[in-house]
């Protein structure tokens, strides 16, 4: 991938309901993909935005269960009461809907239906292989950089309509891809068909059924006790289950129990009956069907990836590996409330933040659903050594945190980095007073990555005499509002001759034309596109995200003995004036400048080489037991 497909991160799915508010980065969607129809409900706020591709944990005791095998149906009436709004679950059409015309299957997937057992499940959120960007990149290397384990794909994106086209080429390695929709209006003849009757219980059972599920809830929540739960998803949601447990929400037993036990949550019975029926649907279409079988299934967020994984492994007796590329609970949850995505979150915020009574069942559904997963991982790989610690707050579990960083081929790089030495001693010759200093930012023009802040960087610096040009590469359709912002602001600041956009371009073949690269970014996980332009040897100026510190300035010792020194200055977000200061002082003073460059080639050759990065998670595969799919066939009776 080139740089600016490595500096896009995981792209998230549209909102249960309704439009969402302009959160601290508004979810970009394909223009042509339709809106989710409403459906017809009693008047509700919308629901908050289902991200990431990106819980309702909350009070209630716990009661014994009767095994169902043992239960026997009474006799069922149809004239129970239901809540205001349950109608909707309950219904029947009159008519079929008619069938539309036949759809093109998905790339990847398999045309007869059969999916092979692999050694490793990718289990991805929207991205690889149908959209591009860091995540997908980096999981692309993973795949061709094992060519000795086979690979299938989970790919839960949005709905029918979501980009279903593979962009990376599908290595000869990977069997197969399957596609999950997340939206009710993909389970109409399922999900919403499902009627109390199916349960197939008498009211005191389903008295029973619903004071559990809400005892389980309440174990997870308080006490951090998960099994509850998950029994219950084994009984009622996932794809062996015996009852569809979701029949339940539309009963007044269950109604009744949620009064009893969940007096506190300031909703009315409504508003907590619709939004309890979207954490059941999303729950339904990540859980209810079948799943190909793999060794280790390798979710890459916490999120419905990780919940489908920790589901899969349980249903087929093999393991599961979390890789956090960025932390996605805190970001959901920072998404949801309109906050910068950098902002700290913990487990229990959501009791004691002062938010309306739906954003709190929202932050509960994010921040319970990463405690439920975090215990199931045999291993979770992270960035950098902060994003542990960080984790840990959410529910993870340092004792099986790995770090493995991202990593790319440095000889890739080689006549980049030829060129910058050459240039270097050309700004020698003429003086750095005299050098027109040609920057860089190279992401998607949307607000989380800080294009107006580098703006009013490049004015302040125009001010102060340097003799600067910023380009700015990356893709400007993601939010147009927010690129139209951005060119406002070029011609406010009568910038036009000072910044070019360049948009969408093959960045690796422009990369000797540019001196420094600047990420004035609010959020990151470990940008590939740091580790190329360091590979190239242009020093960065950048603020203080993910494990870009850790990349660009902590001191590195190889196992030789041999220490680096930082390839550039970091610095907090939100501040133009500090980025104009920073990059002035690289820029000023060549010598400082010619240090910056060589450490900056030395530090991705040292610790960022992606060879050794594949050869890690080959290890942890194989630890989780892939490798072993012949012998493992040949025990069940397969081919």
Known sequence: PDATGAAAPVQSAPPVHGKPSAPAESIPQEPDRPEPQQPLHPARPPAP??????SVASAASHAAAIPLSQQVAEEETDDEEAPAGAAELLQL????EPEAGARALPDGVPEDGVYADVDVAIVMESTYPYLKGGVSAVVHDIITGNPDLTFGIIHITWDSHSPLKDLYGMPDNVAWVRVLYLSMEEHQEDFLRARPRDLRMNRRQRRELSRRILGAM??????????????????GLSASRRYPVWAILGTREFMEAYHDMMPDLGMSMTDVFWCLRDFFSLAYAVLAEPVPRAQVYHAHTTGYAMLLGVNAAREHGTKVLLTEHNLYVRDTVNTLLERRLDLNIRLTDYRTFDVTGRERMWMAWWLEMGRLCYPYAYASTYLYPRAITEANELGGDAGRAIVIPNGIVTSEFDASYVARLAAIEEIKKEGADKHLWKLVYIARVVPIKGLLDMIDSVRLMVDRGLNIHLDVCGPTEHMPSY???????????GLESVITIRGTVKVRELLPEFDLFVLPSYNEGLPVVSLETMGAGIPTVSTDVGAVRSVVEDMIVTDDGQTWDPCGIIIEPGDPTVMADKVQEVISDVDLYERL??????RVEAAYDLVKVNASYNKIYRQGGAGEQAGARADRGGA
């Open 483 to 493: 690129f139209e912002q951005c060119l406002t602001r070029i011609v406010e600041q």
């Open 49 to 54: 935005t289902a991200i990431a591709w990106e």
């Open 597 to 602: 460059s060589l450490n900056a080639r030395g």
């Open 218 to 235: 309440l174990s997870l929540a308080q006490d951090g006790q998960t099994e509850p739960l998950w029994d219950i998803i084994s009984e």
């Open 93 to 96: 059409s009159e008519e079929p």
